[in-house]
């Protein structure tokens, strides 16, 4: 018999896609996931069998007919499943650009659940019963936090460095040493930042070495804007120069041109953790008109970009159309507003996850890993376990000199190589995230809160059966 002949006949046996439905696993999977969705994964799933039966694959179309519920079951709960997946970040990068950055407080996370359950008054004026400004219910707390006359926040540091450009500078001239002409994360480039807010650029200096003489000698009557660039995500070391900040200030002032410093990490004050990272309040009192910041590394808080510094200037880049389509939800001035909280009580770090983690010693960290060494010896008798030194990172673009020191749960397993390992891990649920070095998969307890190592063993129990 032909083949096409043949795979006709067997795609007679495949029932319909309302006999599917009608089966009582189905029946029950649609009042799971709604009969909508449902439906979708018949077809998707008959069409497989379809495939398999024009093939003239009769055996292969007998099982994939007796498989149609559970495969269907299966496509229906894959299709409802969040794409957005809690991880257990056992990497030791606090502040892990791919894994959302830093972690918000419990606190933070209510007030946000709070806020998007219900109405609220994100721009309405309780007091007058007319319209109000988003922006109140953060101005003030930044203002007081460092010292600043006005503040707006925007969706990323990106975007707040963007909308001060289009703002100040538009259709004139940004001067910017060329030493600070980074690339951020995911190829954004600081000059494509600046073109696209309309500005041109002019670089000052060598990569190396920028003096104050090369800012004056670049400022003329096309300047519109003196903009320093934090290098939050690398160094240059050896035979380098800056400029001092009060130099810029007063250079500035008499070219009668803003003067912008975006500061990338989002460190208030001065921390002793992190003695070479720049804070805001630091820049703003020695006279710069604004600082940008993202609020979602060493701040702690949500995605977020401020902008903070003298009212004339914020109060420009509020006006900017432009500002409309950057501006943030109430969600995230939610957040927001719970972490600066936190900073205003000076308890942030205490009860700020990304500043506890930062300022954990090698020591707690040591008695947290033997407990889980002992715990998997005793639950995974399987895994050949060790602690080993080793080296956390402050990640998302900040302080990249800084290591700080740790202790590393080194785990192997006898069927498995660490990459498999590591494989095994993230398909789980929750996902975990390690490393793989040095001829095992590591752990470090640093960026594992005490509440998810319960998981982490269960994870690592499971993990390559």
Do not use: W
């Not at 650009?97 to 008054?121: D, H, I, K, W």
């Not at 003196?226 to 007063?250: C, K, M, Q, Y």
């Not at 990490?265 to 820049?283: D, F, I, M, N, V």
């Amino acid at each position: 018999m032909p083949k096409g002949r043949a795979g006709g006949e067997l795609l007679r046996r495949l029932p319909s896609v309302d006999q599917v439905l009608e089966g009582s696993s189905v029946r029950e999977l649609c009042v799971r996931h709604g009969r909508a969705a449902v439906r979708r994964a018949v077809r998707e799933t008959l069409a497989a069998a379809r495939g398999i039966g024009r093939a003239g694959d009769e055996a292969g179309l007998e099982a994939a007919v007796a498989a149609i519920p559970a495969e269907v079951a299966r496509r229906a709960a894959r299709a409802a499943a969040p794409s957005l997946r809690r991880v257990i970040n056992a990497t030791g990068v606090v502040v892990h650009t791919n894994l959302g950055r830093a972690p918000l407080s419990e606190a933070a996370a209510r007030r946000v659940a709070e806020l998007a359950a219900g109405y609220s008054n994100l721009e309405y004026d309780l007091g007058s019963g007319r319209r109000g400004l988003r922006e109140a219910h953060l101005e003030a707390r930044l203002g007081a936090l460092l010292g600043a006359e006005a503040a707006l926040v925007a969706n990323n540091n990106a975007a707040a460095l963007l909308l001060a450009v289009d703002t100040l500078a538009a259709g004139r001239e940004v001067l910017i040493s060329r030493g600070e002409l980074v690339e951020i994360g995911g190829s954004f480039r600081i000059p494509d930042v600046l073109q696209k807010g309309g500005a041109r650029l002019r670089e000052v200096g060598t990569t190396n070495r920028t003096r104050i003489g090369d800012y004056e000698a670049a400022v003329g009557p096309e300047s519109g804007l003196l903009l320093r660039v934090h290098r939050s995500n690398f160094e240059i070391v050896g035979f380098t120069a800056s400029p001092r900040l009060g130099d810029l200030v007063e250079l500035a002032g008499r070219a009668g041109i803003p003067f912008v410093e975006d500061l990338g990490s989002g460190l208030l004050e001065p921390s002793p953790l992190l003695p070479r990272e720049p804070a805001a309040r630091t820049s703003l009192e020695a006279g710069v008109d604004l600082v940008t910041f993202s609020g979602d590394k060493l701040l702690g808080g949500p995605q977020a970009g401020v902008a903070a510094g003298r009212r004339h200037v914020v109060d420009a880049m509020r006006r900017n159309p432009l500002y409309r389509a950057l501006r943030v939800d109430k969600m995230t001035l939610a957040a927001l507003d719970a972490v600066l909280v936190d900073h205003a009580s000076g308890e942030a770090a205490a009860r700020v996850p990304a500043l506890r983690m930062l300022a954990l010693d090698a020591e707690a960290l040591r008695s947290r890993s033997a407990g889980l060494a002992t715990a998997l010896e005793t639950g995974a008798p399987e895994l050949v376990v060790e602690l080993r030194a080793g080296r956390s990172a402050v990640g998302g673009g900040a302080a990249p000199a800084v290591e700080l020191p740790t202790v590393l749960v080194a785990v192997r397993h006898p069927d498995c190589s660490p990459d498999a390992l590591a494989r095994s891990l993230r398909a789980g649920d929750p996902a975990v995230a390690a490393r793989v070095g040095e001829g095992a998969l590591l752990l470090d307890l640093r960026t594992v809160d005490p509440g998810e190592e319960p998981a982490l063993i269960r994870a690592l129990r499971l993990a390559c059966p």
